[in-house]
């Protein structure tokens, strides 16, 4: 292996940021459960991810109840995410056979690693999907914010100004609240499965707009964390890329499986809950999901259907079985540039079905993304974020107004306790934790309470 290349034995840790001993540790036996499952478990128990239950997938605030929410999508992308990883775990072991006599890593590990980071994969999202982390964004570039940035840095601006989700979600994981113990850590996670978690590993500048690479498009932490992942990167062995003073690395090979399972699943089930809705035509959408399967004519005779909507369940499941299988051999053929850093890009997009998966995107965003109905609460959201975070700056940064003083009150005291030592960047970044954390549905009935819209229930 070339001396440029990281190497599994370095990626697959069950380190994690712990103050306890192994030798206090519970359910050390991990024939019954290992240290990837154990991560599975806590994102699942956290109340972050029970959130995501009333956060938005495709259709914000859905009345029907088939629609995917947040939480429905990352359950369904883990599930995906560790097929793919065992696929892929079976063949590196026999690859590489050193990971189960030295490290004692199994078939399953490789799942469980995948699937937690899926689980956890939109944890950090704030409300009304991906334009939530626009409103974000928007706000903190408009001219009400600026008195509030001043004592930035260009890099604290630049996690505002284009707010990520990611980073979001990476905090989540990692970041203990002063207020709520004394234990840093977070979830205290392995730093495999934060690794694998985090499919964007730079800070937010250097920018690369226009860049081929799909790792760069994004960043993946807020500069709160940037030693802690720092930190991570190196005890992995990921490759670093940048100038010295730049936190990017190439990433975690296990992320590019995450990202894939994610690709999958907002493909084929956004798509299916389109076809539901009546927002796609039944016989054009149904004809797309065919081309996928490709199935000889004898096949399809074979099979009868009284309910179209119980042919799409069908069509789903086989389609998403044949792109794991075919997204696990992608990636074991370019297991080498992946340990190397040479290969940057979705290995979705080596599929043979590449360009059907395309023309379903398209009709996806042109009748789902871009319906009526969605753009107009999304229009909405973007009042809502932006109006609650200049209340809450106001609130925190100009403390002498009564009313701003009342509206201190209504956030929650760990977003509001912090050293006297934190910086003004610290203090918004409590702030966004809370915004972002609302559901769609408390995020809009706070923002109705404080503007006078709708007044509170008196008990």
């Not at 024939?31 to 128990?45: A, K, L, M, T």
């Not at 030693?227 to 975690?252: C, D, M, N, Y």
Request: charged share 25%; with cysteine.
């Amino acid at each position: 292996m070339p001396h440029s290349s990281t190497t599994w034995e370095r990626l697959i840790s069950k380190k994690r940021y712990e103050s306890v001993s192994d030798s206090e540790k519970y359910g050390t036996d991990e024939s019954v459960r290992g240290e990837f499952q154990r991560d599975y478990d806590r994102i699942v128990f956290s109340s972050a991810f029970r959130r995501l239950q009333n956060k938005t997938q495709v259709m914000p605030m859905p009345e029907s109840d088939f629609v995917h929410t947040r939480l429905t999508h990352s359950l369904e992308a883990s599930v995906v995410g560790r097929s793919l990883g065992r696929i892929v775990g079976k063949s590196i072991l026999e690859r590489h056979p050193q990971l189960a006599q030295d490290k004692h890593i199994q078939e399953a590990d490789f799942g469980d690693i995948v699937a937690a980071a899926c689980l956890a994969h939109d944890i950090g999202n704030p409300p009304f999907g991906h334009s939530g982390e626009d409103a974000i964004s928007a706000y903190f570039l408009s001219e009400a914010a600026q008195p509030f940035l001043e004592n930035l840095s260009d890099a604290e601006k630049e996690d505002l100004h284009r707010y990520e989700g990611n980073a979001a979600g990476f905090r989540v994981l990692t970041y203990t609240y002063p207020a709520h113990c004394n234990m840093p850590g977070g979830l205290s996670l392995t730093y495999t499965t934060l690794a694998t978690f985090t499919k964007y590993p730079k800070e937010s500048l250097p920018a690369r707009p226009g860049t081929k690479n799909t790792s760069e498009k994004k960043y993946g932490f807020f500069q709160t964390e940037r030693k802690w992942f720092s930190t991570i990167a190196t005890e992995l062995g990921l490759l670093p890329k940048g100038g010295e003073q730049e936190v990017i690395f190439h990433r975690h090979p296990l992320a590019f499986l995450v990202e894939a399972a994610d690709d999958i699943c907002y493909r084929i089930i956004d798509f299916e809950d389109g076809l539901k809705l009546g927002l796609v035509p039944q016989e054009q959408g149904m004809e797309l999901l065919r081309q996928i399967l490709n199935d000889a004519p004898d096949r399809v005779s074979r099979l009868s259907f009284y309910d179209w909507r119980e042919e799409i369940g069908f069509l789903r499941a086989r389609i998403i079985g044949k792109l794991i299988n075919e997204t696990a051999a992608i990636f074991l053929q370019h297991e080498q540039e992946i340990l190397a850093g040479t290969y940057d890009k979705p290995l979705i997009n080596e599929l043979e079905c590449k360009p059907v998966l395309d023309k379903i995107s398209k009709l996806s965003i042109d009748l789902i993304y871009n319906n009526k109905p969605v753009l107009e609460i999304e229009a909405a959201g973007f009042e809502v974020l932006g109006g609650l975070l200049d209340a809450c700056m106001k609130a925190v940064f100009r403390p002498e107004s009564k009313h701003h003083r009342k509206l201190a009150a209504l956030i929650p005291t760990h977003y509001l306790q912090l050293p006297e030592t934190a910086t003004d960047y610290e203090r918004i970044i409590h702030l966004t934790d809370y915004v972002t954390s609302l559901t769609d549905q408390a995020a809009l009935g706070l923002y109705r309470k404080i503007k006078g819209i709708e007044l509170p229930r008196m008990y």
